[in-house]
């Protein structure tokens, strides 16, 4: 059985302990000492880590009775080790875990919400609250009582009580487990079963920040932060939003509704380009009739893109009885648009494999239009006179008319 170190104080960063087992677990090195200041994973509190004797803590778990520490390395030589705990880790789970308790409290107080689940995640914790909704106004109370509880800097105190005396403890949920029971005790404010790390005083916990909250079966599940997660994610949003509003040339409280409209702007934007494309590609396909005779339009484009010329050959087929094998060569990528006349008796599907032979790309269409996107290739005008040959033996009549 190990000592739990931690149950004692849960601000102890280094000690001393005895190996008492050597084993190999999940294909790594494990040891049990005879105490611990390491936390085990459990009750959604991830595991402590640190150093182990020189070696690297990486995960620590119950076994029964005893904890075991899965290290990075072997440990030889003495069973007398030191370890030391990674304090920056540990006590940001302490203030996500005290916060917790605090919160699910809140919840009970301001919504009769009870907590279905907690999970203390890497970059957020979550609360599973049994409720169906709630509104901003009640989302706003439950987070200004848990900052109140937070600034009146109560203490967290950590007692056993034995079965008998159960009934007298107001706890906010009935104990999982039978026998003496741990206590943890918001003063005055919230009593749990709990066999988790705390901090002292609610002070310690420092801000704490519902940042979001989905529906979940039928429940509600709230994503948090507390204390320097809340802060570095405070200081994350102001940057973003300094820059969001610098870059609007506004205030911040007015870059929402700026971007709102910036986002307006460009949908009126976009669709005025594309009236006006229409009408461009309308009259250059009019004029590449006109000037163009027989029943071919080939061209290689570097200067358009794939979307205007696609309109383009479009507004030819619609116009007269032409096909049109146009390329495009774009930044990244090479572009193929094949259209014809509906009247024309082609398929252009079959000029794919034609392509496909000469590019690394993919595409396909109907027999009137095909499309193929491919990576840069050197020669465009080779490929579009191996698909005009190969038309031409379609058409024997047409290359006369
Ligand atoms: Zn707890």
Redesign the pocket.
Known sequence: MTKKLYFEDAYLKEFDGRIQERLVREGRPAVVLDQTGFYPES?GQPSDRGTLGGAGVLHVFEDGERIVHLLDRELSGTDDVRSVLDWDRRFDHMQQ?SGQ?VLSQCFVEVLDGETQSFHLGDQVSTLEIGIGEISDADLEKVESRANEVVFEDREIRTYSVPPESIGSVPLRRPPKKEGTIRV?EVSGFDF?A?G?T?CRRTGEIGLIKIIRWDKIRNNLRFEFLCGGRARQDYRDKNRTLLEISQKLSVHEREAAAAVEKTIQEARQSRKRLRRLQEALAGFEASETIEREAGWLVKRVWTEKTAEEVKLLALHIVRLAERAVLFAVRGAERDHFIFACSEKMPLNLRELVPVVMERVKGKGGGGSTLVEIVAEKGPELEGILAAAEGYLKTKLPGLERK
């Open positions: 009750g875990h308790h943890v749990s709990c988790g705390h």
